[in-house]
């Protein structure tokens, strides 16, 4: 697969990289509902196979879970060691909803418990997973935090994930940004406009997550998949996933479908190829809850669209561009 160095860092990787969010499983607030742990690290396996060189995950993700289960599957995996990137700042309260904690204290926990878990002696990118509310000073404590963190050898570069330019700017008066993770799809082009350009300008590497817009894009979702979602899946209810939104966005699938079918490929893939035609993204985050799926969409780095197919696709999808705008508080329910 081809390569792309991550920002400034010496990291080297893989246009696309493994997505474990799902792999979480059930049992917390923004679960994709229940997942079988061996089909989990199968479709890590497969992911190395093809090639991908890294797998995204977060202390949050299943509560723990998924980071334990990228641990067994590196434990297993018998080839080249894959980099690992994970998150922290986002912990469930007693009641298991999801707050935003950027203490000191706190992130240290947490790097801790992503160490044990993963079974790794550093994290090559340790990531803020959610930037506080805007007039807080957590991100200051947050990221002073992951800088010395750096500095004491447990995590090799530090990112951020979901932070606008602004947020950026207050991280980089205090070290370096690495990259960003940003949600970023045919469905959410909101970072187009600053956020892309900036990083572009700065040279920080872009990792975005949810390329096929949480499945979205697959082109296996239909209405009555999307009707038959788990009551703990947190697609469920979401705008996306139900009308009026739904069928636009089917429609869109459909218009993706006849360009996968010239390419004789998969309507994901070019749901990800799309996303990698930008020049500021760096890679892309692909999760996979089986081998299968793997197989299916890891080689998406693969495809080149052309700028016709790309204008076509991009002309179609217009419509749907209020989507991103339509309620800006609604965005740590969906994107993780």
């Known amino acids: 697969m081809q390569m792309r160095k991550l920002g400034t860092s010496d990291l080297h990787i893989t246009r696309v990289g493994c997505g474990a969010w799902a792999i979480g499983g059930s049992g917390w607030q923004f679960a994709w509902g229940s997942q079988d742990d061996s089909e989990s ?9 093809l090639g991908v060189n890294w797998i995204d995950t977060a202390a949050v993700y299943g509560l723990g879970h998924s980071e334990e ?22 912990r469930a309260d007693a009641k298991g909803e999801v707050q935003k ?3 000191a204290d ?3 926990d947490e790097v801790e418990g992503s160490l044990r878990r ?15 509310d805007p007039d807080s000073s957590a991100l200051e404590e947050g990221w002073s935090t992951l800088t010395n963190l750096k500095r004491e050898g447990k995590v090799r570069w530090i990112g951020v994930s979901n932070f606008n330019v602004q947020q950026l700017q207050r991280a980089q008066a205090i070290a370096p940004v690495t990259s960003l993770q940003p949600r970023y799809s045919l469905v959410h082009r909101e970072i187009e406009d600053e956020i892309l350009p900036y990083c572009l300008s700065e040279g920080i590497g872009v990792i975005v997550y949810s390329p096929m817009a949480s499945g979205l894009l697959t082109g ?19 705008p996306d996933f139900t009308e009026p939104n739904l069928s636009h966005n089917l429609a869109l699938v459909e218009r993706m479908r006849e360009i996968a079918n010239c390419h004789n490929r998969l309507v994901g893939e070019v749901a990800v190829a799309w996303t990698l035609h930008h020049p500021a993204v760096t890679g892309a985050i692909v999760g996979a809850r089986n081998a299968r799926q793997a197989e299916q969409v890891m080689r998406a780095a693969e495809l080149h669209l052309t700028e016709e197919e790309v204008n076509e696709i991009e002309a179609f999808a217009e419509t749907a561009a209020w989507n991103d705008i339509r309620n800006p508080g609604e965005r740590l329910r969906t994107g993780l």
């Open 118 to 132: 993963l079974s790794v002696d550093v994290i090559d990118l340790y990531q803020i997973h959610w930037p506080p």
């Open 101 to 103: 904690v950027l203490s």
């Open 106 to 108: 706190s992130i240290r």
């Open 220 to 238: 296996a979702m239909s209405r009555e998949r999307a009707a038959r979602l788990p009551k703990d899946d947190w697609r469920r209810l979401h």
């Open 41 to 49: 690290i199968a479709a890590i396996h497969r992911a190395l196979e």
């Open 69 to 90: 289960v990228v641990g067994r599957a590196l434990k297993d995996w018998r080839g080249y060691r894959p980099y690992v990137f994970t998150k922290c700042g986002l």
